[in-house]
Structure formats: C-alpha cells, structure tokens
C-alpha cells in the first residue's frame, strides 16, 4: 500500500499504457495529466474508476498502478455479502481467462434450476451496479464431487471420503484418499490406510469430496 508521504507526484495515464514502460515525452503532448492532491481520498472526489496512475515516489522509483475508488466491491466481496441473504452457501468461484465467471451454490435439500435462475438474475444486477468486468455468468450446484474450503465445510461432512492435496508434506505425502474422522480447532483428522493423520487448515492447497457408489 501507498502512503501518502511516499509519493511525490501523480499522473494520470491513457488507458492503454497499463504493463506499459511510462513515456515521459507523453506529458509534453497533453497526454499525461498531473494531479494535485493532499491525501488518497482524491480518489473518490475525482470519481476515478479503474484509472491507472504514473507514480514517482520520493525515493526516486516510478511504476504504474491501476487504481479503483473507495467503496467498490470485488467479485468476491459481491458474493459473500449477497448468497446468505437469498438463503444460499457459496461454495466456490472462478472467473477464467474468456471471461466466464462460474459460480457453484449449494442449499439445504440440494439446487435446483429454478435456484440457479433466480441467483443468476440477481447477480446480474449487483454486477451491472458495481460495473464488474465479465462476459458471461454460470451458476450451478458445486456436485458431487464438490469442494471443501472453509472449516464449515470439513464439519459438515464429517465421516465423508475426500480426496485432498496439502501445500507442505504431511508424513512424507502430500495426496491423501481418505475419511474424514473429525475437525477441531482449524486441524483435520483424516483416516486412511489404517492410520490417522492431523492436517492444519492452513495446510490443505484443495479438497474435494470423493463420491462413493453403492451397488
């Protein structure tokens, strides 16, 4: 984060010289436009949405920054705050690189399609209000093979088979198949092959949920 103290001068940049090594002969042309401004709450004053900025920070260094006001929400952010409210558990989301952005719900009693319609003509409008960047929007049930992120989720599913990879080795492996034995204070206790081993929340890189087909 900037501080006002650090930084010596701003200016405004045409849009397409963001990842662009700065062109200081642009000034001279009128295409750079300097800012005058006390403290970071320029930003809403001027109404700046998503405008990239030249810095030149007193310790000599320049660099590039995209800048969005105070009060705009993310994707993420959307999300959180909006699918409790409508009675909806977000269980994950992803926006790749076409612009899709997918969004996996979950409920008690499982999704149906009328679910994912009224969800997505929600979102469609928070979208358009906080003017997020996305082409098209998929909503739909996570399945069954579907992820396990928060501590929530490990204790709901308690006795459930996973399929799980950690960051860092737990007893020399780092992929597990295994059951889950219980949850407690942010560490998993997952069974398998006879024996149990503890995995930290903080250690678990993905998890999903290992479905089993009884005949």
Same mark, same amino acid.
């Given at each position: 984060m900037l501080s006002d103290g650090l930084?010596?001068? !701003?200016? !405004?940049?045409?849009?397409?010289?963001?990842?662009?090594k700065p062109d200081h002969r642009a000034k001279n042309q009128g295409r750079l436009k300097p800012l005058k401004f006390n403290r970071f709450s320029f930003l809403s004053k001027h109404d700046i949405i998503r405008k990239i900025f030249q810095v030149k920070l007193r310790n000599g260094h320049r660099a590039i920054f995209l800048f969005s006001p105070e009060g705009k929400m993310d994707i993420q952010q959307i999300l959180d705050k909006t699918l409790p409210g409508l009675g909806y558990e977000l269980v994950d989301s992803e926006l790749d690189a076409h612009g899709t952005l997918r969004v996996f719900i979950d409920k008690e009693g499982g999704i149906t399609v009328e679910d994912c319609a009224t969800v997505s003509n929600h979102l469609s409008r928070l979208f358009a209000v906080e003017d997020i960047d996305y082409r098209n929007l998929e909503v739909s049930s996570p399945g069954l093979d579907r992820p396990l992120k928060k501590a929530a989720d490990f204790v709901r599913f308690s006795g459930s088979l996973i399929k799980l990879k950690t960051r860092l080795p737990v007893d020399g492996q780092k992929n597990f198949i295994g059951r889950i034995e219980g949850f407690d204070n942010d560490v998993l206790a997952l069974s398998f092959d006879g024996k149990t081993v503890a995995i930290e929340l903080s250690n678990i890189d993905r998890a999903r949920i290992k479905p089993e087909f009884k005949f």
């Open positions: 930084v010596k001068r !701003l200016i !405004l940049c045409p849009a397409n010289s963001f990842g662009k």
